[in-house]
């Protein structure tokens, strides 16, 4: 089976604190980690698996400047096939839609059988799958936490409300939004990706792909940020400021006094 | 301004709660705006969800066909695609439904998508501006969105207050023969339940809920310690399940249980919302988190900024004074 992985570094949000910056419009990017997305990642392991299970290859892409290689180069090292930077400047700003018109264009340059992309990113929307699925005319299902191959089709779960999972089939070609929880992604330590480091990472750009430059860019975006801002979702906790024991001793407090203690 | 429709969820004839929700969001788009209902579905069930709707809508637009009694994402995107008008504006609850459907329609529809929106800020000509989180609620940020070719917008469950006073609904309108044949790529096999557990998080009174914070699956152990001298049970957010340090069935949030607990101890939980969704009936909520500027902090009725390897153990030992359980 030829599978392929929608992937991006995103700042890792277990790495870093996401402040305003001095001016309020954006956000401090200066000292991000960045790392790829989480729901990506389990994504790759998932491809990895079924291509270790029914055979084939695991092409990774991801739209981004040249940082993008660094994740890219992760993935190879977890046990990608291939991996493909897609990066213009002609792509800056562009919106769910014009990434997915992006990626549109990479897919119909090769075949593949099966898409997976992550389901959402922390600064991301859960829609560039469902997009990409559209514009192909394939069928997708979101949300996926377990993936069984059958002759020419999948059989996926979704997850649903309270823990309860939704049995789909679905024919193939599909494109698929990938739970996270789905699998255990492996771990990839320094010496793996220093062993991928000679492996080629082409680079393509809008003129390679044949993508049509109105349909991208920030010009051709129908949604856009235009700030950020932070907002106090409730009243906010009256905040403890006292020693680690006298916080543990008002806690107990206000467990009993609470009726949480019998 | 462009026809405002409302998709709306039903349940064995029970429209969903998220429906008077989003004649809110509607009424924030254009205060005059009486959008049109529209279900999809078949049979009794079907009719009793479009009859029931008592108020707010101005026509309901009902769509039958054998092939939607089950909301398979896929078959209602085809239908809506043949029913709506161009250039309508299409609300959807961003649940797992809504996220399913909603990215694809807008491409089938030639129009734009807002996403997990949380409010709606005013219109200028046809930009409409709206409010969204990113990082898990650490920020949040407007977007404008271009509805000129219409707009398929995504509404966060519980951001908008129903109203009340509104007019009574007015007619079904069947627009079932505007679908034909619907081609099922992606077929509805069965839903399965999720295991019951070992534990029962919904009956406990005090949760220690732990949250990525914990950092690894042997600290687990303090928080299981505490609520065993607590008599309490140890919940957790989804991060600790994807890692597979709980089961599955010791998550709360929206894909995980809803819990009704008198106290609520969040420990080293950031507060995203679909970890909050799951927390019903206001219990009191106790924060420990290291990061001062966690979201938690917003909910929470007492918070405490701190390291939870250290925290734990001291409540724990605290805990055991106070209750005369000796130290194991």
Redesign the interface.
């Known amino acids: 089976m030829e599978i392929l992985v929608c992937a991006r570094r995103v700042?890792d949000?277990?790495e870093n604190?996401?402040?305003?910056n001095a001016a309020g419009n954006d956000?401090e990017r200066e000292e991000f980690v960045y790392s790829v997305n989480e729901a990506d990642n389990y994504a790759v392991e998932e491809a990895l698996q079924i291509r270790d299970r029914v055979g084939g290859n695991v092409t990774v892409v991801t739209v981004d400047g040249e940082d993008g290689e660094e994740i890219l180069r992760r993935q190879l090292a977890m046990g990608a096939n291939q991996a493909a930077l897609v990066s213009d400047e002609l792509f800056n700003g562009s919106d769910?839609?014009g990434i997915?018109t992006i990626l549109k264009a990479f897919v119909e340059k090769a075949h593949y059988d099966l898409i997976l992309a992550g389901?959402q990113a922390?600064?991301g929307?859960?829609?560039?799958?469902?997009?990409l699925?559209?514009?192909l005319d394939y069928?997708?299902?979101?949300?996926v936490n377990s993936i069984t191959v059958e002759d020419r089709k999948l059989?996926v779960?979704?997850?649903?409300?309270?823990?309860?999972?939704?049995?789909?089939?679905?024919?193939l070609p599909?494109v698929l939004s990938i739970q996270?929880?789905i699998n255990?992604p492996r771990y990839v330590g320094m010496r793996g990706i220093r062993q991928v480091a000679s492996v080629p990472i082409p680079a393509l750009a809008a003129s390679d792909l044949g993508v049509d430059n109105g349909a991208v860019g920030e010009a051709a975006a129908?949604?856009?940020?235009?700030?950020?801002?932070?907002?106090?979702?409730?009243k906010?906790?009256?905040?403890?400021h006292g020693s680690?024991?006298e916080?543990?001793?008002?806690?107990?407090e206000?467990?009993a006094a609470?009726?949480?203690?019998? | 301004m462009p026809r405002i429709f409302v998709y709306i969820v039903h349940r064995g004839g029970v429209v969903d709660d998220s429906a008077a929700e989003l004649v809110a969001a509607a009424k924030k788009i254009d205060a005059t705006a009486v959008p049109t209902a529209i279900l999809t579905g078949f049979g009794p069930e079907l009719e009793a969800a479009c009859s029931s709707l008592s108020s707010g809508f101005g026509e309901i637009w009902k769509v039958a066909n054998a092939a939607l009694v089950y909301p398979n994402g896929e078959l209602v995107r085809q239908a809506l695609v043949r029913v709506l008008p161009s250039g309508s504006i299409v609300l959807v609850s961003h649940d797992h439904f809504g996220i399913d459907l909603s990215p694809g329609l807008s491409i089938k529809l030639n129009s734009a998508f807002a996403s997990d929106v949380l409010t709606i800020d005013g219109i200028e000509g046809n930009s409409l501006k709206l409010a969204r989180q990113e990082f898990g609620g650490q920020v949040n940020t407007h977007v404008r969105c271009d509805i000129s070719s219409g707009a398929v917008i995504n509404i966060r469950p519980g951001a908008f207050k129903p109203l009340a006073n509104l007019p009574a609904a007015g007619v079904v309108v069947d627009k079932s023969s505007e679908v034909g044949t619907l081609v099922a790529r992606r077929r509805y096999l069965e839903t399965i339940v999720a295991e019951a557990g070992d534990v029962d998080i919904t009956k406990h009174s005090v949760l220690v809920s732990i949250g990525r914070g914990i950092q690894e699956k042997d600290n687990v152990a303090l928080a299981e310690e505490l609520a065993e001298v607590l008599g309490a049970a140890v919940s957790c957010s989804r991060p600790v399940v994807d890692a597979k340090w709980m089961a599955k069935s010791r998550q709360v949030g929206s894909s995980g249980k809803t819990v009704k607990p008198k106290v609520y101890l969040a420990c080293g939980i950031s507060g995203a919302f679909q970890h909050l969704a799951g927390i019903k009936g206001s219990p009191f909520l106790i924060a420990i988190n290291k990061n001062p500027k966690a979201p938690i902090f917003q909910v929470a009725d007492v918070g405490i900024v701190d390291d939870l390897l250290e925290f734990l153990p001291e409540l724990t030992n605290k805990a055991r004074e106070l209750r005369g359980v000796a130290a194991k």
Do not use: H, W
Not at chain 1, 157 to 171: F, Q, T
Not at chain 1, 236 to 240: C, F, I, K, P, S
């Open positions: 700042p949000t277990s604190e996401i402040e305003l956000i769910g839609k997915a389901v922390d600064d929307a859960a829609q560039v799958g469902g997009m699925a559209a514009m069928p997708f299902a979101s949300l059989k779960s979704r997850e649903i409300e309270g823990g309860n999972r939704e049995m789909n089939e679905i024919d599909c996270t929880g255990e129908k949604v856009k940020r235009v700030d950020y801002f932070i907002a106090a979702a409730g906010g906790a009256e905040m403890l680690r024991e916080n543990a001793d008002r806690v107990l206000l467990v609470k009726g949480g203690l019998k």
